[in-house]
């Protein structure tokens, strides 16, 4: 069997509930947010890009009205509500360039897991191991409807609570506030002028939380799948006897049996089956690698400073409860993001490094020869795990990583708080 080959594409199909592919899930969302390629006529895609320029634009003038309101308005409050929401949309914004500009290689390693799943894996691939993709294409979806959920829910809230508030308790005909603070060239504290700045914010708000949600749903199918390759290949290795002794048409192994020529010719076959399956899944790394890293990045770097302004507003005095519930559900959302960032990364890295553990415990001391130089050649490519790291910054997706990003938002949360308190 061949290696895959650059543009190949692969044969087989896969049920959704077994290999969940986030380049065909939600098309019409990821068209609206720009984070997909019109495939089609050259007038269409001609007004794609054409799209993909007017979104630009408008991203650019939200930046600009949130940093001009956080430099105008003179409450510390206003200001960090402010740049909180300004740094979200540059989040998104790097995130749209960062998927525009990997779609290729995104498409490619996609292809490169659908022939390794449907080809190397086998044709009659069993239940017990197809269960591994279940899980995933299932853990995918419930963590992605949960952390839709809350992302559309604290949109809803920003939205609707603040003039719930106002309407109930306040005098209507005082100027009303915008529930996001944004520059405006005109009057926005009557109507209609806090009508259109209300709907413009809104439509920003649900843009920005179905990029959010996109970008959450590609990064989990990206890692999970991996992640779920990696545990069938460690299945697969360290059953190697069983499978060899099934080309053979043995059921029991003995002494005998290794010395027997078709036997460590069916065990080396399968061993080389492993290296084919690793050497894809390196590949498919190697081309998301640098998709996923940037994700990190972005998110990871900028993580502690949204959170501590979150955490901020939340506890700020007399803060109405309207607020308070409305970034308690943001904290929630950019935590959860987070946890998924370095818990994927974490069982890659952990999946990855016991390929090296069950390849030394192989038979490779009953075998003969060839067997073991391809032992050895796999294991020099399994001697480093496959560990993501951002693009810049020795930064890596793990668990420490959390609670280095949830311990720097606890100490920019307490200098916003001393800020305050001067």
Not at 69 to 80: E, F, L, N, T
Not at 316 to 340: G, H, W, Y
Request: net charge positive; aromatic share 14%.
């Amino acid at each position: 069997m061949n290696l895959i080959k650059k543009g190949e594409i692969p044969t087989g199909g896969t049920d959704e509930d077994i290999f969940f592919n986030p380049r065909g899930s939600r098309r019409f969302l990821k068209f609206l947010c720009c984070l997909d390629y019109f495939e089609g006529p050259a007038p269409l895609k001609f007004l794609n890009k054409i799209y993909i320029c007017i979104v630009y634009t408008l991203q650019l003038i939200v930046i600009l009205q949130g940093l001009i309101h956080s430099i105008k308005d003179s409450k510390v409050a206003i200001k960090v509500e402010a740049v909180h929401y300004t740094l979200c949309i540059i989040i998104i914004t790097c995130y749209i360039s960062n998927e525009l500009y990997n779609h290729s290689s995104l498409t490619e390693a996609w292809k490169i897991m659908k022939y390794t799943y449907n080809n190397l894996n086998g044709p009659d691939i069993p239940e017990d191991l197809k269960k591994i993709h279940r899980q995933n294409s299932k853990m995918v979806k419930n963590m992605n409807i949960v952390f839709s959920g809350l992302m559309f829910f604290s949109s809803a809230g920003y939205l609707s609570f603040a003039p719930i508030r106002e309407a109930i308790y306040e005098d209507k005909n005082a100027p009303r506030t915008l529930p996001i603070p944004m520059y405006f060239p005109f009057d926005v504290t009557k109507n209609p002028g806090y009508t259109w700045a209300v709907i413009w914010e809104g439509l920003t708000l649900f843009y920005l939380c179905g990029v959010a949600t996109s970008a959450n749903q590609s990064y989990s199918a990206y890692m999970g799948t991996l992640r779920a390759e990696l545990a069938l290949l460690n299945h697969s290795i360290i059953h190697i006897e069983e499978r060899a002794a099934k080309k053979f048409g043995r059921n029991e192994i003995t002494l005998e049996t290794y010395k027997d020529f078709n036997f460590q010719k069916c065990l080396n076959e399968c061993l080389k089956e492993d290296i084919r399956h690793h050497y894809n899944l390196l590949k498919y790394y190697n081309l998301t690698k640098s998709y996923l890293g940037f994700i990190l990045l972005v998110f990871i770097v900028v993580a502690s400073i949204i959170l501590a302004a979150a955490g901020y507003l939340i506890s700020r005095p007399n803060s109405p409860m309207d607020e308070t519930v409305k970034f308690v559900i943001i904290v929630c959302a950019e935590m959860n993001f987070v946890l998924q960032l370095c818990w994927y990364g974490e069982q890659v890295s952990h999946e990855s490094s016991e390929l090296f553990r069950n390849l030394f415990r192989s038979p490779w001391y009953q075998s003969k020869r060839t067997f073991r130089d391809s032992v050895d050649m796999m294991l020099c490519g399994t001697m480093r795990p496959m560990q993501l790291k951002t693009t810049f910054f020795n930064i890596d997706a793990s668990l420490a990583t959390y609670n280095s990003v949830i311990t720097t938002s606890f100490q920019y949360f307490n200098i916003l708080r001393n800020i305050q308190s001067l």
